[in-house]
């Protein structure tokens, strides 16, 4: 196995598995320009677990890092599958790092990586929806959004104890300042977590559209019922 040590190295090796013509369709697809090298995601998958397994959380920070400001798509996906990891101790710098790139989202896609590594830190520390409430308030849409994707756990939890029960009311009480939003991806997150929190809790999701549910598009309305019969 090759390790990378630096952000051009692992480009390189990412680029080795880059299928011909599919950099084209997937400019095309995500409709953000910037630079694509064509690889599919399990290939990301795959060899980011190998280099996440093999390098130092020290190192994996300032890989992910550099990585991310390559600006290339493979390149932002890799760096957050870096750092999406359950159990890391210490991992402040990896909440921070994860913060830093929050205002520079501008596609779903790359925002979704990253937040996926953002709610695990989320989930190990509560105390950081003190940080994520300002997102909500950001003129930055895609932060705004950020807030609910990387709170989404808090939806899919069974038995939450007293602690996340209150942390799940905290982000809905977010989603019910977001439903005036007209933004597309915005209503559409507030969708996605109402509709994840209904397998869990439907009787509070049936309260949420009551009072709120008509205050909403009516695609991110029937996403959020999708599942309450």
């Known amino acids: 196995m090759t390790l990378p040590g630096t952000a051009e190295e692992a480009l390189a090796l990412l680029e080795l598995h ?44 300032s890989l992910a890092e550099a990585l991310w400001d390559t600006d ?14 359950a159990r890391i101790r210490p991992d402040e710098a990896v909440w921070a790092l994860i913060c830093r790139w929050v205002p520079t989202f501008d596609g779903w896609a790359v925002a979704d990586h990253a937040c996926i590594a953002g709610q695990k830190r ?5 105390a950081r929806l003190d940080e994520i409430e300002g997102w909500t308030v950001s003129d930055h849409m895609w932060s705004r959004r950020a807030a609910l994707v990387i709170t989404l756990p808090l939806a899919k939890l069974n038995h939450p104890d007293a602690a996340q029960a209150a ?23 507030v969708g996605w977590w109402l509709r994840d929190l209904s397998k869990h809790d439907a009787e509070r999701v049936r309260a949420f559209l009551a ?9 991110a309305r029937k996403e959020a019922a999708k599942y309450l019969g």
Do not use: C, S
């Open 18 to 61: 880059a299928e011909p013509g599919k950099a084209e369709e997937m400019l095309a697809y995500h409709k953000v320009p910037r630079r694509y090298l064509g690889v599919a995601n399990p290939v990301i998958n795959d060899m980011t677990t190998e280099w996440r397994r093999a390098l130092t959380l020290e190192q994996r920070l």
């Open 72 to 85: 290339v798509h493979e390149g932002r996906l890799a760096a957050a599958k870096l750092l999406t990891q």
């Open 122 to 126: 989320v989930m190990a520390d509560l």
């Open 167 to 189: 942390a799940r009311e905290r982000v809905l009480g977010w989603a019910a300042g977001y439903v005036a939003d007209r933004e597309w991806f915005i209503q559409k997150a």
């Open 211 to 219: 009072e709120y549910g008509a205050q909403m598009k009516g695609f």
